[in-house]
């Protein structure tokens, strides 16, 4: 079964076996040449099951670049944009991105600058770029250690979301994922949060192909209602980034230890943490559901409270602040209702003491 969504009527987002949609699509546009962009485990992993998916020649150029967030930056870009300039790629190519969130954003930024912008293809085979980070436009690379930096918003030609890949992915890898499915859940579907709200980690490396299409879709939907609404981030669509404020310090800070977080972990952290400013302002507590799902999907990890000045830096740089003021945004009471809050550092270090105590 194949379902497609058009955020803002702009674009396909098709979610399916890639072999009942992509070369009909392809045969429509008829691109002047075709570069297809991919890391060292893609290349390993998928590469071949995507050309024999869609019926492209196995001489088909491929850019290879080093795996990992720690090369989203501009030197990995220069020497993307090297690559397109000794295949002499003009503005009627396409460019293929086959890959997580890195390469989905990074291959996307060098496409959308090349030229003044070459369409480009988003198709994630991780479960995070499949149900966020390939939808939605949002494309850069990461500036002196703060995430996502430099970048535009450009929407791709088309996003191409085949479950198949996650046969592929390191279980460490779906569960960073599925804290990406848990926002959305948490954000804007009930329903979905009813389907994963008990999930064990054994359940998420069993998935069956139905059920990821089924969370999937649900998971989709949400971020296409939202990026539909607001694509450049001006209102609802910073509900997105429930989690990361806090869980994108933590992320970078623990990025350069020898004991790094996904970015999942990190924003299942983040979630925690600011509802947790969000119910100790209003005197309540976090939903024991939500905590029971997060400690059962992403292992404790004891945050020491001397960083919290360190993270309390980065966190100045978020892109969502506001004159000087550090902002997050949390769910509110409706669905897809969003509470702006300002914390101090103290609630964050607060917040921290709270989840070192779960
Ligand atoms: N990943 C958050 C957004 O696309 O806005």
Same mark, same amino acid.
């Given at each position: ?8 009527? @702009? ?6 076996r ?8 392809? #045969? ?26 869609? %019926?492209l &020649? ?16 501009? #030197? ?22 086959? *890959? *997580? ?20 293809v988003q ?5 995070l770029?499949?149900?966020?980070? @390939? ?13 996502n930096?430099?970048g535009?918003f450009q ?7 085949? /479950?198949?890949?996650l ?9 960073? %994922? ?9 954000? %804007? +579907?009930p !329903?979905?949060w009813e ?5 064990t ?15 999937? $879709?649900?998971?989709i ?11 450049? !981030? ?8 429930? *989690?990361?404020?806090i869980?994108? +310090? ?5 990025? !350069? ?6 970015? %999942? ?9 600011? $509802? ?10 976090? &939903? ?10 992403? /292992?404790?990890?004891?945050? /020491? ?25 949390? /769910?509110?009471?409706m ?8 914390p101090?550092? !103290?609630?964050?270090?607060? $917040? ?7």
């Amino acid at each position: 079964m194949t379902t497609t969504f058009y955020p803002g009527d @702009a674009y396909p987002v098709v979610l399916g076996r890639l072999q009942d949609t992509f070369s009909d699509w392809l #045969q429509q546009r008829r691109p002047s040449k075709i570069l297809l962009l991919c890391d060292a485990n893609t290349r390993r992993d998928c590469l071949s099951g995507f050309l024999a998916a869609t %019926g492209l &020649p196995a001489n088909t150029p491929v850019v290879e670049i080093p795996a990992g967030e720690t090369y989203k930056h501009i #030197q990995t870009c220069t020497s993307i944009w090297e690559q397109m300039l000794k295949a002499q790629l003009d503005r009627h190519a396409l460019v293929i991105n086959l *890959g *997580g969130g890195v390469i989905g954003d990074m291959g996307g930024f060098c496409a959308a600058t090349w030229k003044r912008g070459v369409d480009f293809v988003q198709v994630p085979t991780t479960l995070l770029s499949m149900t966020d980070a @390939a939808i939605g436009g949002k494309l850069g690379i990461d500036f002196q250690k703060v995430k996502n930096t430099i970048g535009v918003f450009q929407n791709p030609a088309a996003v191409f979301v085949d /479950p198949v890949f996650l046969n592929t992915l390191p279980e460490r890898e779906l569960r960073s %994922g599925f804290a990406e499915v848990i926002k959305h859940a948490l954000i %804007g +579907a009930p !329903e979905l949060w009813e389907m994963i709200r008990d999930f064990t980690p054994e359940q998420l490396s069993a998935c069956p192909q139905e059920t990821w299409l089924n969370m999937l $879709s649900q998971s989709i939907a949400v971020k296409v209602r939202i990026v539909t609404e607001d694509p450049h !981030e001006k209102g609802i669509r910073m509900l997105l980034n429930y *989690g990361h404020t806090i869980g994108h +310090a933590l992320e970078s800070y623990f990025l !350069e230890t020898e004991n790094p977080l996904t970015h %999942g972990e990190a924003i299942a952290i983040g979630m925690l943490t600011e $509802s947790w400013v969000q119910h100790q302002r209003r005197a309540e507590q976090v &939903p024991d559901a939500w905590i029971r799902l997060m400690l059962r999907i992403f /292992p404790h990890r004891n945050i /020491p409270l001397d960083i919290v000045p360190d993270i309390w830096q980065t966190m100045q740089q978020d892109k969502k602040n506001k004159a000087g003021k550090v902002r997050m945004t949390v /769910p509110g009471n409706m669905e897809l209702d969003m509470e702006v809050l300002e914390p101090s550092q !103290e609630e964050v270090r607060d $917040s921290l003491l709270f989840y070192n105590n779960l």
